[in-house]
């Protein structure tokens, strides 16, 4: 028996997870969601999220970041992750970004602007009703329109940080673009669990207007990479960080560093401190935003990693030349009272950040065994960034013990923050589309 990946063509995450299948060449059956598989996806899953990936077993799993590193530590070859243990650490920040923060330039893109919303709704109506299409047509795309524009506040991407990640994006395609003229992907001759993600979203954007014709004026290579990797091949081994940071040391200096690791550093810091507000700066712009908890739990994960690999002169070295260690290491403070970074369907009802989208999100945990999850922090990712257990990296950062709860989707898929950006099921299945639990790591987009 094979594997089966319930997904949708205006999935990031279900296009991450189908092309990291094709490289790794598991045998598996694509299930687009539509009007038909419907009752399929909710008799094998509990959340009404994509993607699903459905073992032989049938156990249905979402959250694709924990997925690839157990696949990964099971079928080991072709490898998706670097062996050197800085390569694997830099390929977990930029998955991270992706994730996090790459998502909301799609969700901002797709959903923000006319042109583009009419498209993605006609888009997702004709995708998911492949047989009997809705009769009033119109009033079903007005209605994906409708509820997906009511998420872009709680993406917080409908004002002045909608702003900051239009201008991080394009500066991204411009450094990528530089990157992947020089390496056939981002690490060196092979694709990485960073190009699986990256390449996730970015193929996404170029299904719209607006973020494509960025694309097409400055990102030649990013566009013939994209294609690439919807069925990737590995034509040599992973490079040296040294023959990489050219062009890989700016896509870090010049974006992760201005933009996203501010952003995420202060996120985290707000909910510890359990303050309601952040203020963040980009540059010369400081705004105010509210504390999201996926993104929180998702970036507290990278800096217990990056506490082992400080071992890691090269590491240290490149992280200090980008201005990144900053935000990797927990800045030292008086200890104060810490907010609990994971919340009961309760609270995210009451409060509603995690509440789940009413239509769908990105890749909710699928209740996934404890001992899965484990594996973020050793195998398959190399033990110089990562084998230090879960308890002595939250000490050594500084970070609270991670609570005996449910784990939490480490792609950040609550519906808040995480919402895919593409994956509008259309208002008549919503209605009966099954609520999703809040994830119990919240979104990594």
């Not at 959250?63 to 694997?88: C, F, K």
């Not at 991270?96 to 583009?116: I, M, N, P, Q």
């Not at 945990?365 to 973020?376: D, I, L, S």
């Amino acid at each position: 028996m094979s594997y089966r990946l319930f997904g949708a063509e205006t999935s990031a995450y279900s296009t991450k997870m189908r092309s990291y299948l094709n490289y790794k060449a598991f045998a598996f059956d694509w299930v687009p969601r539509t009007q038909e598989s419907e009752s399929e996806l909710k008799r094998v899953s509990r959340f009404a999220t994509l993607p699903v990936l459905v073992a032989p077993s049938g156990f249905a799993v979402h959250d694709t970041t924990p997925l690839i590193e157990a696949l990964e530590a099971d079928s080991p070859e072709p490898s998706a992750t670097p062996a050197d243990p800085a390569l694997a650490f830099l390929a977990c920040v930029l998955e991270e970004y992706a994730d996090s923060w790459l998502a909301k330039a799609v969700f901002h893109y797709r959903w923000g602007r006319k042109k583009d919303q009419k498209i993605a709704a006609q888009r997702a109506i004709d995708e998911y009703f492949t047989q009997s299409p809705p009769e009033d047509r119109k009033a079903s795309e007005d209605l994906a329109i409708e509820t997906m524009t009511g998420q872009l506040k709680l993406m917080q991407v409908d004002g002045e940080l909608g702003d900051v990640v239009e201008k991080s994006f394009k500066k991204f395609v411009k450094l990528l673009d530089d990157h992947l003229r020089k390496h056939l992907f981002i690490f060196g001759e092979r694709p990485s669990v960073a190009d699986f993600a990256i390449a996730g979203q970015l193929i996404q954007m170029l299904k719209d207007p607006t973020p494509a014709k960025i694309i097409e004026k400055d990102g030649e290579f990013v566009a013939k990479w994209c294609e690439f990797m919807t069925a990737p091949t590995a034509s040599g081994p992973f490079a040296a960080l040294d023959d990489l940071k050219e062009t890989l040391a700016p896509i870090f200096a010049d974006d992760l560093a201005a933009f996203f690791l501010p952003w995420a550093a202060e996120n985290l810091e707000s909910l510890l401190a359990g303050a309601e507000t952040f203020p963040v700066t980009f540059g010369k712009e400081a705004i105010t935003l509210a504390p999201l908890r996926s993104a929180a739990r998702s970036f507290r994960e990278l800096r217990r990693k990056f506490v082992s690999g400080q071992t890691l002169d090269v590491l240290k070295a490149f992280t200090d030349a980008t201005g990144s260690t900053v935000y990797l290491l927990r800045p030292q403070r008086q200890e104060q009272p810490v907010a609990p970074l994971a919340a009961s369907a309760s609270e995210a009802s009451a409060g509603g950040e995690e509440a789940a989208s009413p239509i769908e999100t990105d890749d909710a945990e699928g209740g996934a065994p404890r001992r899965r999850r484990r594996r973020r922090g050793g195998r398959g990712r190399g033990e110089g960034a990562s084998g230090a257990s879960d308890a002595s990296e939250a000490s050594d950062a500084g970070e609270p013990a991670d609570e005996p709860a449910r784990e939490e989707s480490s792609d950040q898929t609550d519906a808040i923050e995480a919402a895919d950006a593409g994956d509008a099921v259309p208002a008549d299945a919503v209605e009966e589309a099954p609520a999703a639990e809040p994830s119990s790591d919240e979104e990594r987009s």
